[in-house]
Structures are given as structure tokens and as C-alpha cells.
């Protein structure tokens, strides 16, 4: 899938899907309570995201069950939602999901605390989240792939966290995932140059203890092969001339 460049019209459908994933978390994330399954918090974010007569286009992607990736404690990203499943005080939980609106994707994550966790979960749920910001800073015309990575990279070393290589950061649009690929990890080489009109997801995974991961059974859920804990944040972002727009954030 080549990168793709919007035009205005398609920038002003992208602000609009981006504006509805927001929605979407924030109404979501204050129906999230202890001793809820992961099933339920689903089928609660599916109802969000069809009122707003938005699609949920996980559900089926690639044969995935669902409309959300809910992704508990040592879970990194694509945990499929259970009736068996329950988030606990204490538990870190990543939402993750995307949605169309008038055929163009909007993908968004975040790392929520249920009840009080502990201040190494806390740590890394800010670290997480400022990586995106370090590595946006990067994300504008004329910068080059790299220098997101690298950024998401240094700031994640600071803290002696592992940052994922198994999964990147993505191009969307009228698909969910598009060119080019953007990994959390600095690269050797500096990637391809950025222009206005792309619409790029960056989302740096980092664990608590190492970076590597290993796939369940499910074929779906990725989890920390040290067991430790790990956290997503994720924006769907407009790379302008200047400074870039954040288009899931309300
Ligand atoms: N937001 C996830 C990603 O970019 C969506 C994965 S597709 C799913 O990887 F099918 F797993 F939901
Ligand atoms: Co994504």
C-alpha cells in the first residue's frame, strides 16, 4: 500500500474520524470499572463508536474478533476481549480500536489505570504517552522517518524501558493501515521524507522490563516475554508544513 497524500476534502473527513475516535475514549474511559470483562468494555465501545454512526473497523479485520484491542497489565496491544477477563483495581489496561466515517480511519490508544496502581505503572503509562510527544516533534514537512524513531527511543533509554521492535507505527487513510511503516526504534536509515497532507499513526509500545514480546495461542494477543508491563499510546496525526495536527485528541 503506497503512502498516500490528502487532499483538503479528505483531510476535513480524517479531522471528522478523529474527532469521533476522541469521543469515543473519553465516553469510554469512564465506563471502564473494576470487575468488568473485557467483553463488556467491548461491547460498550462498540455501541460508542456506532452511535456516532461510525463503522468499528477492527471487527473483522484480518479475521480479528472484535471492535476493540483491549490489552491487560503484561499485554502489549491486540488482546482480544473476554467474558472471562476482568480488568481489577491495580490493573493497567491499553484501549486500542479504530473506526471509519465516510470511509476514512481513524486510529487512536491509550493506556488507562483502574483504581490505584502503583508508581512504577504510572511512570510508565507518562513515559509512554511524552514519547509520543518527543517523536512528534519530528513529525513535520521535511523531516525524515527517523528522526521520529529516534526521538520515541532516546526518551523511552532514559528510563531503562524496553521499547517494542515487533510492532510499528503505521500510514492511514482510507485504509487502516498504509505506507510508510514508522517503528519506535531509532533506524539506520533515515526513512522517507515527510510532506503536508500525510496522516501517519504514531504509537510507541514500551515495556516496563525487556522489549522483546511473544504471540498467544490466540495468534492475536502480544504480550512482554519477561512478564512485565507495557503501555501504548497512540495518536493519528496530519503532517503539515509546521507544526503537526493531532487529529484524535479533543
Ligand atoms: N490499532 C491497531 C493497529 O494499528 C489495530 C489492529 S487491527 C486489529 O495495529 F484487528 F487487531 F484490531
Ligand atoms: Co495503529
Given at each position: ?17 478523529g474527532k469521533y475516535i476522541a469521543m469515543a475514549h473519553a465516553e469510554l474511559e469512564k465506563e471502564v470499572k473494576p470487575g468488568m470483562s473485557t467483553y463488556q468494555i467491548d461491547k460498550i465501545g462498540e455501541e460508542i463508536i456506532r452511535s456516532y454512526g461510525c463503522i468499528p473497523t477492527c471487527l473483522g479485520y484480518e479475521g ?187
Open positions: 500500500m503506497a503512502v498516500t497524500i490528502k487532499s483538503e476534502r479528505e483531510i476535513e473527513l480524517m479531522r471528522q474520524a480479528y474478533p472484535a471492535s476493540l484491542c483491549i490489552s491487560v497489565n503484561d499485554e502489549v496491544v491486540h488482546g482480544i476481549p473476554r467474558k472471562d477477563r476482568f480488568v481489577e483495581n491495580g490493573d493497567i489496561v491499553s484501549l486500542d480500536f479504530c473506526l471509519s466515517y465516510k470511509g476514512y480511519q481513524s486510529d487512536c490508544a491509550r493506556t488507562l489505570a483502574i483504581g490505584e496502581i502503583s508508581d512504577d505503572a504510572k511512570q510508565l503509562i507518562e513515559v509512554t504517552k511524552q514519547c509520543f510527544f518527543e517523536g512528534i516533534k519530528y513529525a513535520k514537512e521535511g523531516c525524515h522517518l527517523y528522526q521520529i524513531s529516534a526521538a520515541i527511543n532516546d526518551y523511552a533509554d532514559k528510563f531503562g524501558y524496553g521499547v517494542v521492535r515487533d510492532l510499528v507505527g503505521h500510514g492511514i487513510g482510507r485504509e487502516m493501515h498504509e505506507d510508510p511503516q514508522i517503528p519506535n526504534f531509532r533506524q539506520r536509515r533515515r526513512g522517507m521524507k515527510l510532506q503536508a497532507g500525510m496522516t501517519l499513526c504514531i504509537e510507541p509500545m514500551i515495556n516496563m522490563g525487556r522489549a522483546d514480546v511473544a504471540f498467544m495461542d490466540d495468534d492475536w494477543t502480544v504480550v512482554t516475554d519477561d512478564g512485565s508491563l507495557a503501555a501504548h499510546y497512540e495518536n493519528t496525526v496530519l503532517i503539515t508544513k509546521g507544526e503537526p495536527e493531532i487529529l484524535t485528541l479533543i
